[in-house]
């Protein structure tokens, strides 16, 4: 097992170009794009989030101080099939892509202070859309218009967990971003015009610095005396604001040929992300969660500029997770687990006087394939945005692959 781990490891280094995610969403047009708070299928399967969830048996990119309970080494690495049914009241166009979804590595360090250490890296933003429309002009004849966008940012992270006293944990990491977004507009019109084509495209290559933190409180069900809780937990999570450096290019396309108009640096004001959630273990074998994230992206800057089509972005999710308490004598489908979830968002995106919301369904399970390796599916289904006020809907189909593996490593040998 040590070899396939070293076999994942270098795979996942030389792969890194294929950490930009895509769906074909005309809303990630605005901003930095649509964010992911998730890249596991477990986590998928339970709403996206589980903040308060102290696992010992999977890998949290939400919460750091969740690892401080690793009692073996890990890594969760998966693929995510992405499909986007968009949908106006007169057409409607479908996307799909499998996408790679980044890799987590944490290894125990001390088990009895809660010491783990875990790096990672994964995708943070996505833009990818695509619309064309037909302009017409009083001072010109009618032409094609076309707006696209590509890239995204994704994030490295190395981080390290503590138990502090009364069975608190506490975790932090230092937060790597970095990427490209390329906006361009294509003017095309019919070959019988007396007009060019022309082109116009804005590329922006961003990097900036960060840290996260966050706590997982002790068992509170002892304390309150709830017989059935097993376990009772509440954790909090906070990411900084981070000012994101981007160099910038502005190149324009003519009969002329391709023409640099300008280049430089500007800043991006990224808000910081706070979050809160409980986790309840009910008879040993069922696990239930309860989630809310909150980031304000009003205060998203763009060279010192508000977006406009942005706001405060919140979301609300429950979970359950349904798994054997004692499998050490049970057969392999006594083994598997169970998930389901629901959430609501409140998206960052605000267009025409219109808030963007979804809805979204989850629903998982994980296969054993050894000691402490799973294999864990995840599927959702979500519904984001309107047809009303000139708006887009959208359906949206996500199934994911994760595999998570569990090996002894650095045993001190007795002498």
Known sequence: MKTNFRIYIIALFIMPSLIFASGGSIYSRFGLGDF??????????????????????????LNPASWSKLRLTRIETGIIYH???????????????TIFTGFMLGFPIDHDYGISLTA?????SNVDYDVTTIENSELT???????SGKGGLSKSFIGISYKLPFNFSIGASFDYYLGKITNQSFINFSDSSQFRDGSFLDEYSYNGIGFSVGLISSNFAPILKLSNIKDLRVGLIYSNNVTLKADTVNKSTTILGTITNSSGRIKTNLPYKVGIGISLNWKGDY?????????????????????????????????????????RSQSFWEQVKFRGGLSYEKTQYYLNNTGIDMYAVYTGLSLPLGFESTLDLAFQFGKRGTTENNLLKEN??????TLSLGELWFLRQER
Do not use: C, W
């Open 83 to 97: 499909g986007n049914n968009i949908s106006s009241n007169s057409s409607s166009v479908y996307y799909s892509q």
């Open 141 to 147: 004849e009618s032409y094609e218009l076309t707006h």
């Open 120 to 124: 990672g890296l994964l995708p943070f």
């Open 287 to 327: 696990l239930f969660v309860f989630d809310y994230l909150y980031q304000p992206f009003n205060k998203f800057k763009i060279d010192n500029r508000n977006i406009k089509e942005l706001r405060n972005f919140q979301k609300l999710s429950i979970g359950f997770e349904y798994r054997k308490a004692d499998i």
């Open 36 to 61: 992911y708070q998730s890249f596991s299928s477990r986590r998928m399967a339970i709403g996206e989030l589980g903040i308060a969830i102290n696992d010992y048996d999977y890998l949290n990119n």
């Open 396 to 401: 949206i189909y996500k199934f994911s692959v």
